[in-house]
């Protein structure tokens, strides 16, 4: 796709969001359940079901998909096909990139062993190696513009709720 087309694409999509802006706001969701033994949460994902776990650092024993991990590839995901929409739209051509989503957890918090240390994963990096002919100054652009457009970064600013209810 190019920079033509992305734009042919999303002109009628944008005039909508501007004359209703009530139209943009686009449900997402995800399902999971019980299905498993042991502790584990098995989500539907878009490839399959996913059966995540305790880490091994809080217990178990690695065969489980770990819900950090997780959350590091649905950022990075978000995060490459903005990035890759950044660049289509700026008309930059990258012949080949590789992504990478970093960060740590501190156990102490999720076992609750300290009460002192905050439960969560962060601080977290995101790199893209690319091959291209941009110039430095476009390759900025690329990174503040996917970064300010990336959904599930920003969704990382704020707790999520959890809510426990009967049916």
Do not use: I, N, W
Request: glycine residues 10%.
């Amino acid at each position: 796709m190019d920079r033509t087309e992305l734009r042919r694409l999303q002109a009628p999509l944008r005039e909508r969001y501007a004359a209703d802006p009530a139209s943009a706001l686009t449900p997402l969701h995800a399902t999971a359940d019980f299905r498993d033994d042991g502790v584990t949460c098995t989500v539907d994902g878009f490839a399959g079901p996913v059966r995540a776990g305790l880490h091994p650092a809080t217990g178990g024993d690695g065969s489980d998909a770990c819900s950090g991990d997780l959350l590091l590839e649905a950022l990075l995901a978000c995060a490459g096909v903005t990035l890759r929409s950044v660049a289509t739209a700026m008309g930059v051509s990258l012949t080949g990139v590789r992504g990478r989503a970093e960060s740590s957890f501190d156990a102490r918090g999720t076992l609750g062993t300290d009460r002192e240390v905050p439960v969560g994963v962060g601080p977290v990096t995101v790199t893209f190696t690319v091959e291209t002919d941009a110039d430095d100054a476009a390759l900025e652009r690329l990174a503040t513009s996917t970064e300010r457009y990336c959904v599930v970064g920003h969704s990382l600013k704020e707790v999520p709720r959890v809510r426990v209810v009967r049916p």
